[in-house]
Each structure stands twice: as structure tokens, then as C-alpha cells.
């Protein structure tokens, strides 16, 4: 999987209540409402200059708080390729996973906002191609391209019938 956009930089702890808000509760059985205020409580601005396959670079801890599974999913929602930071809050690295969002852990000090990023999921290779400089991270198994590729989870097992790792 090869994936390009610019990219949109926040800092550490970055929480699921600064994705989704709390207040906007109400909103959580219509997703694309919710979308609509994606990161506002990090970045007002966020979801108007979001644009189809950019990425989200935090820095560490993102996403801790709640297990709010919308979190990842208007993050998807908004059009978002990819999140990229220096560690992840566990509970939303596996909800990012399951909902189809590929969520890489990296060094996100060498990527600004506004660069242009290119990554290879399988590969496990970041080229900022705004700065020319060269970012490696673990490659995601194998289990999870597919999960990826078909979208998330539930569109896994329904188009398989079953999970298998191998």
C-alpha cells in the first residue's frame, strides 16, 4: 500500500476527547456530523483544511483517554490516509486498526506541518518529499495489510467469513 498527502502536525497527548469531542456526544450515531468537528479541541481548523489522503503526525501518546472507537473512525471519515506518531495510546492503535486507519509508529520530529509525505505500508518507508529526508517504522504484519486493504475488520470477516493470521 503506497499512500501520499500532506501532512498536519499536533503535539504529545493528543486525547480521544481532542478528536471527538465529549460535548458533541449526541452526535455519535451520525458519524459524518461528527466528522465535521474532528480534532476542533486541538485544532479548530483542522477539519476544514483536511483534504482526501492526508495524515494526521502527533507526537507521543495519541490518542489516550476513552476507548471511543469514533475517534479513528472521523479520523477516517475525514479523509485522513494515515496517522503517524511517536507512540500510541493502545486501545486506539487497535480501534484505528479495526475501523480500516493505518496508524504508523514513528519519529515524527523531521515532519512539519504542510509537508508532503509519501509512505509504503509494506515496506515501512516514510519519504517527506517536501524535505527529501527518509523516515523508517516497523512494517505493519501481515494480518493487518489485509485488514487494512478490506477496510477494516468487520469488512475482513464479512468478505473472508473468518480471521486467520497466516
Known amino acids: 500500500m503506497l499512500l501520499r498527502g500532506k501532512s498536519h502536525k499536533f503535539g504529545d ?3 480521544t476527547d481532542h478528536i471527538a469531542p465529549g460535548r458533541l456526544f449526541h452526535l455519535r450515531s451520525n458519524l459524518p456530523e461528527l466528522a465535521k468537528h474532528v480534532l476542533e479541541d486541538a485544532d479548530p ?11 494526521v503526525v502527533g507526537g ?3 490518542g489516550l483517554g476513552s476507548s471511543r472507537e469514533h475517534a479513528p473512525t472521523i479520523i477516517k471519515l475525514s479523509g485522513v490516509s494515515a496517522v503517524l506518531a511517536k507512540s500510541f495510546a493502545r486501545i486506539f492503535f487497535r480501534n484505528a486498526i479495526n475501523v480500516g486507519l493505518p496508524v504508523l509508529i514513528c519519529d515524527t520530529d523531521k515532519i512539519n506541518a504542510g509537508d508532503e509525505l509519501e509512505i509504503d505500508l509494506s515496506m515501512g518507508t516514510i519519504k517527506n518529499l517536501t524535505t527529501g529526508t527518509k523516515l523508517t517504522f516497523s512494517p505493519l504484519p501481515d494480518a493487518m495489510i489485509r485488514i487494512l486493504n478490506d477496510g477494516g475488520l468487520v469488512a475482513h470477516i464479512e468478505k473472508h467469513g473468518d480471521f486467520k493470521l497466516n
Not at 481548523?45 to 495524515?55: H, I, L, M, S
Open 13 to 15: 497527548d493528543i486525547s
Open 45 to 55: 481548523e483542522f477539519a476544514k483544511k483536511v483534504q482526501p489522503n492526508d495524515f
Open 60 to 62: 507521543k501518546n495519541f
